[in-house]
């Protein structure tokens, strides 16, 4: 009877420890997704704020959620970005919104020229939880994406091989090289014609003539080496873009509430990333390598800058017609009230 009891005290010590296991929860498994863009770490201005995005979210998630970057086109270019993403193939995207504008409009709101006073404007204005940033999403929701995060806007200045620009008519005649719809628009209402020639032939497009200067940001001018095949650089807001991480919005949805919290907060420094690393190196390194060219600087007085901003309200109006009535005039309220 001895044996037999403690037989039955064992069997009941085994149950028991497996019914309290059973209640436990299950470790939850490390969340895998795949990050990818296109831009290599030869980009030694911006490439850290993007590595840092990936870098935040894999340091504070561990456990959690970990991101596996593929940068350099080596998994998506840039035109497979959108369709990658939607197809699964990519969790979270990186991409510049000159690119995309013509899927979601509402993405000129970083481009228009002329609007933002200067980066640090454009980044309250675009910051994660601002009414903008709201604004931009629910127009992107319809398209079932969401931009979780975004650069302050990069001003994009026109760059010529021989003549310099000071007035709206000084680019009559001229072909110049530009990222997107905007930047086309803009060039057009000046009086240019705009090309869309690939940033990798512009270097040869301008040695041979084939076009005579580029709408750009610094950026893109050292990071091809075209500081070698300018002579001048006017110096305004002509238009502007960002880059934002994007995910389709029902994979975020499906997340769990601590981990977009987590994603909340490496975009934010991924914002704030922009002027904590890319301007300190813009300063000491670009801009030197560009002087050193012999590049010459066209800084506009305010009476001359006004000149252009008048020629170029079209495009303004151009963008707000490929919205919904009234986002566009909101958009643009918010931008700069």
Same mark, same amino acid.
């Given at each position: 009877m001895k044996k037999i *009891?403690?037989? $039955?005290?064992?069997?009941l010590f085994i149950c028991s420890t497996l019914i309290t296991m059973g209640q436990q929860p299950a470790m939850a498994k490390e969340l895998k997704l795949i990050y990818a863009h296109y831009l290599p770490p030869s980009y030694k201005d911006l490439f &850290?704020?993007? =590595? *840092?995005?990936?870098? %935040?979210v894999n340091e504070h998630g561990k456990g959690k959620v970990h991101l596996e970057h593929f940068h350099s086109g080596t998994l998506l270019k840039s035109e497979e970005l959108?369709?990658? $993403?939607? =197809? *699964?193939?990519?969790?979270?995207?990186?991409?510049v919104d000159s690119a995309i504008m013509g899927t979601y409009p509402i993405l *000129?709101?970083?481009?228009?020229?002329?609007?933002?006073k200067d980066m640090e404007v454009s980044y309250e204005k675009l910051k994660i939880g601002s009414p903008?940033?709201?604004?931009?999403?629910q127009e992107l929701a319809k398209k079932d994406i969401i931009a979780i995060a975004?650069? &302050?806007? $990069?001003?994009? %200045?026109?760059?010529?091989?021989d003549k310099p620009i000071r007035k709206p008519d000084d680019l009559k005649g001229l072909r110049i090289r530009v990222a997107g719809r905007v930047e086309a628009a803009v060039i057009k209402a000046l009086g240019g014609a705009a090309t869309t020639t690939s940033s990798a032939e512009l270097y040869e497009a301008l040695k041979r003539g084939t076009v005579d200067g580029a709408m750009c940001t610094w950026t893109?001018?050292?990071?091809?080496?075209? =500081?070698?095949?300018?002579g001048y650089v006017t110096k305004a807001s002509?238009?502007?873009?960002?880059? =934002?991480? %994007?995910m389709r919005l029902d994979k975020w949805q499906s997340l769990s509430p601590d981990i977009q919290k987590l994603f909340i907060e490496a975009g934010k420094g991924y914002g704030k990333g922009v002027f904590e690393h890319a301007v300190p190196y813009w300063d000491k390194e670009t801009w030197p390598l560009i002087r050193k060219a012999g590049v010459k600087e066209i800084a506009l007085t305010k009476e001359e800058q006004q000149e252009f901003k008048k020629r170029v309200e079209p495009v303004w109006d151009w963008w707000k017609g490929l919205l919904p009535p009234g986002v566009g005039e909101k958009a643009i309220k918010l931008a700069t009230e």
């Open positions: *009891g403690f037989v $039955l005290l064992v069997l &850290p704020v993007i =590595q *840092g995005f990936a870098d %935040y959108i369709p990658g $993403l939607m =197809q *699964g193939t990519a969790d979270i995207i990186l991409h *000129g709101i970083t481009e228009l020229p002329f609007l933002y903008l940033y709201k604004l931009i999403n975004t650069w &302050p806007i $990069l001003p994009e %200045y026109i760059w010529t091989k893109t001018i050292t990071s091809r080496s075209l =500081q070698d095949t300018v002509f238009a502007s873009y960002s880059a =934002q991480i %994007y």
